[in-house]
C-alpha cells in the first residue's frame, strides 16, 4: 500500500508532503488493522511496559495530532513534541530537504510548534493510547541558555499529568546554542533541578524522564555525559538525535543545506553512541537507539548494540509502516 502512495508524496514539497500525510493519518480507520500484523514482544524500560520496543522518534508529530494513528500503526511506544512553552513557527521554509539516494532527511525546522497548551488539549483528545506516551519538551527559541531550564521546567509541570516518559531534549542542532547544554556542568545543573521538580510532581505516579543527545560527540564528551547520567539524574537516555556530519552523504544537491541529517546515513555513528553508552553505564540502565533505521537488520544492529529499545523517524517516510512490524520481527528473533 505504502509503495503505492509513495511516489505521490514524493512527488509534493517535502514540508508539505509531511503536513498532508499527518493530516490524513488524522482520519484514517484503515490503520486499525496494522497493529494487528505487528508481533507482540512485550518489553519493559524504565518501568514503562511496552507492547514492543520499536517506537516513533520525535519530530513528526510535533503538536500530538496524531497520537492514535501511530499506535494503531503498530508503535510499542510513541513520542510527541518537542514543545516549548509558547508557540513558535521555526525557520523560514524551505527547512525539510528529502536525500532520496541516502535514504535521509535534512532538516532545520526549528521547534516549530503551536506551544505546550496546545500539545495538552490534543493529548487530551486521544482515545487510543495503546502504550506509553512519550512527550518531548525543548525551550523557544528567544530563551536564551542561562533561562532554559525555566522552559524546561514549565513544559514539565504542564505535560506530566498527561506524559507516560518525559523526554529533555537537549540536542537539537537547529536551536542556535541548544547543544551547549550537553556540556558536563550544564547537564548536571539542568537534569538534577528537573530531577527535584519531576520527583515532587510523581508522589501519585512516576513520569520516568530521559534525556536525547547528539551524535556529534566524541568518547571524552560521552564518557562526561555518562558521568552525568549516573548520579541519578534521569532515568533513561535516548541515543541519538540528527546529525551534522556530511561526509556519508557528500555531493548530494542537497548535502550543504543547514540542519539535521536523519536516515540511512546515521545509522553507523548512532549505533556506535549507543555502545559507548552501553559500555560506559553498564548493563541496566536504559538506552533507547534512534538514527538511521530503514531495515529489520538496522533494528536489530541497534539492539546489539546495547539499545533497550529503538525509535525511528526517517525510515518510516522512506519505507512505510511495514518497517514497524519489520523491525520487531528482527528483534524478537534476536531474542529468541
Ligand atoms: C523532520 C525531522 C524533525 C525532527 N524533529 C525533532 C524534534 O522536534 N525533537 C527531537 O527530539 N528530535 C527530532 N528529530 C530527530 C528524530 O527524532 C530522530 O532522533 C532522528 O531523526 C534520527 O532518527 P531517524 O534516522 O530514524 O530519523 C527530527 C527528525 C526529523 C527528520
Redesign the pocket.
Known amino acids: 500500500m505504502y509503495g503505492l502512495i509513495r511516489p505521490l508524496l514524493f512527488g509534493l514539497d517535502a514540508e508539505r508532503s ?1 503536513d498532508l500525510t499527518l493530516r490524513a493519518l488524522c482520519m484514517a480507520p484503515w490503520l486499525g488493522s496494522l497493529s494487528s500484523r505487528v508481533p507482540s514482544l512485550p518489553t519493559t524500560l524504565a518501568g514503562l511496559s511496552l507492547r514492543n520496543p520499536v517506537g516513533l ?4 508529530d ?1 503538536n500530538g495530532i496524531a497520537i492514535d494513528a501511530f499506535f494503531k500503526m503498530g508503535f510499542g511506544f510513541v ?1 510527541i ?2 514543545v516549548t512553552p509558547r508557540p513558535q513557527l521555526g525557520n523560514p521554509q524551505p527547512r ?1 530537504f528529502r536525500l532520496k539516494e541516502h535514504e535521509a ?1 535534512i ?1 532545520r ?1 526549528g ?1 516549530n510548534n503551536l506551544g505546550v497548551d496546545a500539545l495538552c488539549a490534543n493529548v487530551d483528545r486521544a482515545k487510543h493510547r495503546l502504550g506509553p506516551l512519550g512527550i ?1 519538551i ?1 525551550k523557544n527559541k528567544d530563551t536564551d541558555n542561562d533561562h532554559a531550564i525555566d522552559d524546561y521546567r514549565f513544559c514539565l509541570e504542564r505535560v506530566h499529568s498527561r506524559a507516560d516518559y518525559i ?1 529533555v ?1 537537549i ?2 542542532p537547529n536551536t542556535a546554542g541548544l547543544r551547549a547544554l550537553q556540556e558536563a556542568a550544564s547537564l548536571y545543573a539542568l537534569l538534577a533541578s528537573l530531577r527535584e521538580t519531576q520527583l515532587k510532581l510523581s508522589s501519585s505516579r512516576r513520569v520516568p524522564m530521559f534525556v ?1 543527545i547528539a551524535p556529534d560527540l566524541n568518547e571524552a564528551d560521552i564518557e562526561a555525559i555518562a558521568k552525568v547520567l549516573e548520579q541519578d539524574v534521569v532515568d533513561g537516555v ?1 541515543a ?3 546529525t551534522l556530519e556530511r561526509a556519508t552523504v557528500a555531493g548530494h544537491v542537497h548535502a550543504d543545506e543547514v540542519g ?1 541529517l ?2 540511512a546515513p ?1 545509522i553507523a555513528r ?1 549505533n556506535e553512541i549507543v555502545r559507548e553508552l552501553r559500555s560506559a553505564l553498564g548493563d541496566a540502565f536504559p538506552i533507547i537507539g ?4 530503514t531495515s529489520l537488520a538496522d533494528a536489530a544492529s541497534k539492539i546489539t548494540a546495547g539499545a533497550n529499545a529503538v ?5 518510516l517516510i522512506y519505507r512505510g509502516p511495514s518497517l514497524v512490524r519489520d523491525s520487531v520481527a528482527a528483534i524478537a528473533k534476536l531474542k529468541q
Not at 290 to 293: F, L, Y
Request: glycine share 20%.
Open positions: 509531511h522518534a520525535a519530530g513528526l510535533k513520542e513534541g518537542t525539510l532527511i532538516n525546522f521547534f518531548n525543548g523526554t531534549n540536542s537539537s536525547k535516548i541519538t538525535n540528527t539535521g536523519s536516515g546515521l548512532a534512534a538514527g538511521g533505521i525509535q525511528l523517524y526517517s525510515g
